[in-house]
């Protein structure tokens, strides 16, 4: 399966943005698919995770409750809400695939994803 992150763009802090990850190639709905940031200078960090049904949703800390992923796997689509964006919440954002989530397991290291797509950069004014 192949993903495309799309949606980035300039915001003002406080504001909100949809990203959109799309699938093609693949059983989409096979896969769960995760978020991950990369900020300049810094390493790729987890953002969230939706599981294949879309009944499992897992946050960093740092976006709880300001995040919420979703999916629609008759559109072969993943999304990230992000409401209340902050000046720190600046990086390029990606998707990629992974096994199954649940309870027990849940992955957030970047070994555990694959089929990376190209990002989408989120830049979030003060």
């Known amino acids: 399966v192949q993903l495309q992150a799309s949606g980035g763009g300039l915001v003002q802090a406080g504001g909100s943005l949809r990203l959109s990850c799309e699938a093609s190639?693949?059983?989409?709905?096979?896969?769960?698919v995760g978020w991950f940031r990369q900020a300049p200078g810094k390493e790729r960090e987890f953002v969230a995770v939706?599981?294949?049904?879309?009944?499992?949703?897992y946050y960093a800390d740092s976006v709880k409750g300001r995040f919420a992923t979703s999916r629609d796997n008759a559109k072969n689509t993943v999304y990230l809400q992000m409401n209340s964006l902050k000046p720190e919440d600046t990086a390029v954002y990606y998707c990629?695939?992974?096994?199954?989530?649940?309870?027990?397991?849940?992955?957030?290291?970047?070994?555990?994803?694959?089929?990376w797509g190209q990002g989408t950069l989120v830049t979030v004014s003060s």
């Open positions: 939706v599981s294949r049904s879309g009944g499992l949703t």
């Open positions: 190639g693949g059983t989409f709905s096979m896969n769960a």
């Open positions: 990629a695939a992974t096994g199954p989530v649940s309870r027990a397991f849940v992955p957030r290291a970047s070994a555990d994803f694959g089929s």
